[in-house]
């Protein structure tokens, strides 16, 4: 089996090859003066098995070009089979039409990738539970949430919150593998033509209790913030956050470092280089969670 990494990712592909006691194939990605890209594999891959360990945050077409050529380069040179390692998927959030006139970007991206050859894919945390349905090849949809467990354990008195209604399947989830954990909910509604949160309402009691946010994608952090700021106004000693992936839009550091988040925790489903660190930030590896689905 031959692993395959692109430009946004390598520190967690190398943290998975570690586990496996595997190398990462050499590869060259060639940027040329415009922006295009050229992809060379530089290791053989005829009859082999080939993983490729490609998030797809921002930016994000520009990595999804760049994992089509990888996948097209391995099936090119005459790989058995290309297994996608997507730890997050790009455009997930656009898994339907929203409003009339509207393209399902998500679909879009499934078709492209099966088209060129991709024959399995893993990924975590998916925004919806229907979208493993989109693919016709095999989806191993892992969760990150047994991860964020073992820290929330190490809270007393906490209460579990889902910043929307779309995540109470999740925090749900999460609240059975805490031993039936209380949690409450937030509803929001979002401007669909402008993507902003205009209404925030809570639903439970977390007066005097340790809010813990659950989610499934960061990109702003106006949500997290905001969902703060209603919890600490109706009484949660503290408010902690936990997010699989971490898009980290512009000015999503600055927003959730001066939030009433005390620490936000991530993954590294999505690389966060270091201009995006700050000090709230806390990063928990799905490396092993990864390496053991692909020794399965």
């Not at 109470?168 to 949160?197: C, H, P, S, Y």
């Amino acid at each position: 089996m031959k692993f395959f990494s692109g430009s946004l990712g390598k520190q967690l592909a190398l943290k998975i090859c570690g586990q496996l006691k595997v190398d990462l194939s050499p590869m060259e990605i060639f940027v040329f003066a415009d922006g295009e890209k050229r992809i060379k594999l530089n290791d053989k891959v005829v009859g082999e098995d080939c993983v490729v360990i490609k998030s797809t945050g921002i930016p994000t077409d520009s990595n999804y070009m760049e994992l089509f050529f990888i996948i097209d380069a391995l099936k090119r040179s005459g790989a058995k089979s290309v297994t996608l390692v997507a730890p997050y998927l790009g455009y997930s959030r656009q898994d339907h039409v929203f409003r009339e006139g509207e393209d399902v970007s998500l679909q879009v991206i499934i078709k492209i990738l099966e088209n060129i050859g991709m024959d399995k894919i893993i990924t975590l945390d998916l925004h919806s539970i229907k979208i493993p349905e989109f693919f016709k090849t095999p989806v191993v949809h892992l969760s990150a949430l047994e991860l964020f467990a073992k820290k929330i354990k190490e809270f007393e008195n906490f209460v579990l919150v889902s910043p929307d209604m779309g995540g109470v399947r999740r925090v749900k989830l999460l609240a059975e593998i805490l031993g039936n954990a209380a949690f409450v909910t937030i509803e929001k509604e979002r401007d669909l033509k402008t993507a902003q949160i205009t209404l925030l309402r809570l639903n439970g009691d977390v007066r005097g209790k340790i809010a813990v946010i659950v989610d499934d994608i960061l990109s702003t952090g106006n949500t997290g913030a905001k969902a703060a700021e209603l919890l600490k106004e109706n009484g949660a000693t503290k408010v902690y956050s936990f997010t699989t992936h971490a898009v980290f839009a512009n000015g999503a550091k600055e927003v959730l470092q001066k939030s009433e988040i005390e620490r936000v925790f991530v993954t590294d489903t999505i690389e966060t280089l270091e201009d995006k660190h700050f000090p709230k930030l806390e990063i928990i590896s799905v490396a092993g969670l990864i390496a053991n689905a692909l020794q399965n």
